[in-house]
């Protein structure tokens, strides 16, 4: 209940603040945009590369498994066949 009042208080004077205080708040909200554009817009850059990074590298490590480790895989596949087929006629 005492979160609910000061919050209404808080509104009340905000509006009244804004009221009075009207061409200071415009000019606070000209200069404020224009730096929430440019640093967000940095931001969005950074993540957009960043995750373009993460790409890059998840093709190339794709691409090692595929080429290096395949001959291996086969033997292991054929030793399991194996064992299976000694299990089965025990």
Known sequence: MKTLIGGAIGAVLGL???SIWW?????????AIPVMLLLGGG???YLGFDELKDTWKKD???DKVA???????????????????KLKSA
């Open 16 to 18: 009244i603040g804004i």
């Open 23 to 31: 061409k200071p708040f415009l000019q606070l909200l000209a200069g």
């Open 43 to 45: 931001l969005a850059l």
């Open 60 to 62: 190339e490590t794709t």
């Open 67 to 85: 080429t290096g480790d395949v001959e291996k895989y086969k033997k292991e596949i054929d030793e399991l066949k194996g064992e299976i087929e």
